[in-house]
């Protein structure tokens, strides 16, 4: 089954931004993020391409264009380590891929 | 307040079976589409299967199918995952999650399963 395809990492000094690509996927289909910490479950961050759910601040954006989908963080917070994956259903609707994941550090 | 704790994970041999749960309390887990998802060690998150709400159908990612069975119980309000003929590469941290509008919304915390001899 298809997979959608990160950078490995990425990283940015305190108050930068960094920008997350995500590659791969349907014209047509809904993007979502999740951000994972060491030991955590993962946490929905952003929602049909570029919606937040309640409670997630909004230095994190997503956007979408043709087959590519974007995360931006601004204002990068030490607290911002952590591992992000692009997901969507595949255009089937009978199975969900996730990206590669992209590791973002902090400097 | 919704919450789903995982349970069940554990050490097996090769072409062993295993059964997972996962206790869902502040909503019915008849009401939403359910996800198992998984990470193996050192790898990125692989969707595993889904159950739709009610219905209810069943969908597996093609690594799993034929060996994997996703189900859920209305009289105990949990989502379970039937894991047979194991291998090696099924070793890792599962998690069930709860699905809105594609979008995994709620996760467990996970529970472990090795896979060796």
């Known amino acids: 089954q298809s997979v959608l395809t990160q950078p490995p990492s990425v990283s940015a000094a305190p108050g930068q931004k960094v920008t997350i690509s995500c590659s791969g996927t349907s014209s047509n289909s809904f993007v979502s993020w999740y951000q994972v910490f060491p030991g955590a479950a993962p946490k929905l961050l952003i929602y049909d391409n570029h919606k937040r759910p309640s409670g997630i601040p909004d230095r994190f954006s997503g956007s979408k264009s043709g087959s590519s989908a974007t995360l931006d963080i601004t204002g990068l917070q030490t607290g911002d380590g952590a591992v992000y994956y692009c997901g969507t259903w595949h255009r089937s609707l009978t199975f969900y891929v996730f990206g590669t994941g992209t590791e973002v550090t902090v400097l | 307040q919704v919450q789903l704790v995982a349970s069940g994970g554990g050490l097996v041999k090769p072409g062993g079976s295993l059964r997972l749960s996962c206790a869902a309390s502040?909503?019915?887990?008849?009401?939403?589409?359910m996800s198992w998802i998984r990470q193996a060690p050192g790898k990125g998150l692989e969707w595993v299967a889904w159950?739709?709400?009610?219905?209810?159908?069943?969908h597996y990612a093609d690594s799993v199918k034929g060996r994997f069975t996703i189900s859920w119980d209305s009289a105990d309000n949990s989502l379970y995952l039937q894991l047979n003929s194991l291998r090696a590469e099924d070793s890792a941290l599962y998690y069930c999650?709860?699905?809105?509008?594609?979008?995994?919304?709620?996760w467990g915390q996970g529970t472990l399963v090795t896979v060796s001899s």
């Open positions: 502040g909503f019915s887990v008849t009401d939403y589409d």
């Open positions: 159950i739709g709400s009610s219905d209810p159908s069943t």
């Open positions: 999650a709860r699905e809105y509008s594609g979008n995994f919304e709620y």
